[in-house]
């Protein structure tokens, strides 16, 4: 089922997860045992995202420098196709313009139909590791609107071979990223708030937010967006924060500001156990304030840490 038609058919707010592919060289079951915890919530769609290949400089055995390539999280898609199979529940995998040809992508979204999958949520990926701006591939896209457009071409059955008339045509929901605290590279709230419409206005569906930690930039956000004319459904983005190094690592990586008020009290914190419980206790006071405001969807990037969302979910349903 697509993520509008869950929303628009469920009655209370709903719940998602994000999860991430393991590193390469571990096995499916750390994904399972990740999940198997979650699934007694009854999640409506499990996203997972996808990691461009990096070019890493590895040192020879003689000493001398050579730059491989290297993709850490492979498996995006055999994870959908997993999770679907396993837990009958939708998948949804995250696309990237970085590193991918136009006609490289067509192919994955023809290998996401072939599989059942009814859901992708575009994104353009931030720059390789090894560049300072993000550089699209030669054939590739720059823009997140741009991969957008080739999606809803392709639900339209147009290919990129012209002589292909008649084409199937997919059916995909399309779902695009949003920054409450805007994007690190966009100059503004405004400008960043006109680009994401120019997305929905090109055929996307709906917004799951970058992660927060003080719900005010989340309405101001929604606020904001619905006053520019944008009135898909916005999912909030969660993530549980578990100790002091995120403190700063979180606002260089996500360009978020992490509350005073959370920040000295896990300063404060004597030891992990007690920085986790500031945490849970954290996200848990986030997600009531989103309910009682009747969010449709409480969407949770568990990155590795299940058992704090676990225990957030317990409490409130
Ligand atoms: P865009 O929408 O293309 O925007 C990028 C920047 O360009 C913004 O500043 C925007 O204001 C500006 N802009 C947009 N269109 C135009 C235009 N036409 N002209 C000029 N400026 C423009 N990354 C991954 O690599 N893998 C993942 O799985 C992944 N999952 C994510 C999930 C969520 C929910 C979120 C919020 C982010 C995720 N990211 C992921 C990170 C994301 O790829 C980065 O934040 C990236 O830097 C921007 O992606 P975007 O899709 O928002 O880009």
């Known amino acids: 089922m697509k993520v509008t038609q869950h929303i628009a058919e469920a009655?209370?707010?709903?719940?998602?997860?994000?999860?991430?592919?393991?590193?390469?060289?571990?096995?499916?079951?750390?994904?399972?045992?990740?999940?198997d915890m979650l699934m007694e919530f009854g999640p409506a769609f499990i996203n997972v995202t996808y990691h461009r290949a990096e070019q890493l400089l590895k040192t020879r055995k003689d000493g001398s420098l050579e730059w491989v390539e290297i993709r850490k999280r492979p498996g995006t898609v055999g994870i959908c196709a997993a999770i679907m199979n396993k837990y009958k529940v939708e998948a949804i995998p995250h696309l990237i313009c970085g590193g991918f040809s136009k006609a490289e992508t067509e192919n994955a979204l023809i290998d996401l139909d072939f599989l059942g999958i009814k859901n992708v949520l575009a994104l353009r990926g931030d720059a390789a590791a090894n560049e300072k701006f993000f550089t699209?591939?030669?054939?590739g896209h720059r823009y997140a609107e741009d991969l957008v457009k080739q999606i809803v071409a392709l639900n339209q059955g147009h290919y990129m071979e012209e002589d292909i008339i008649d084409g199937a045509k997919t059916d995909f929901c399309i779902g695009v990223a949003g920054y409450p605290e805007k994007h690190c590279e966009a100059p503004n709230m405004d400008s960043d708030i006109y680009y994401l419409k120019r997305k929905l206005d090109f055929g996307a569906d709906y917004v799951t937010t970058q992660l927060f930690y003080n719900n005010a930039h989340y309405y101001n956000y929604v606020k904001r967006c619905r006053e520019h004319g944008i009135n898909v459904p916005i999912m909030p983005g969660l993530k549980p924060i578990s100790n002091k190094k995120q403190l700063t690592m979180i606002p260089r990586v996500f360009n978020v500001e992490v509350p005073s008020d959370l920040c000295n009290e896990m300063l404060k914190a004597k030891n992990e156990a007690d920085c986790e419980l500031i945490g849970t206790e954290w996200l848990l006071e986030q997600c009531r304030d989103l309910l009682k405001n009747k969010v449709p969807v409480l969407h949770f990037?568990?990155?590795?840490?299940p058992n704090i969302v676990y225990n957030v979910l317990k409490k409130l349903f």
């Open 11 to 35: 009655k209370e707010t709903i719940v998602s997860f994000e999860i991430l592919p393991p590193t390469k060289g571990k096995s499916i079951e750390s994904i399972y045992a990740h999940l």
């Open 136 to 139: 699209p591939n030669v054939h």
């Open 301 to 305: 990037y568990t990155l590795g840490k």
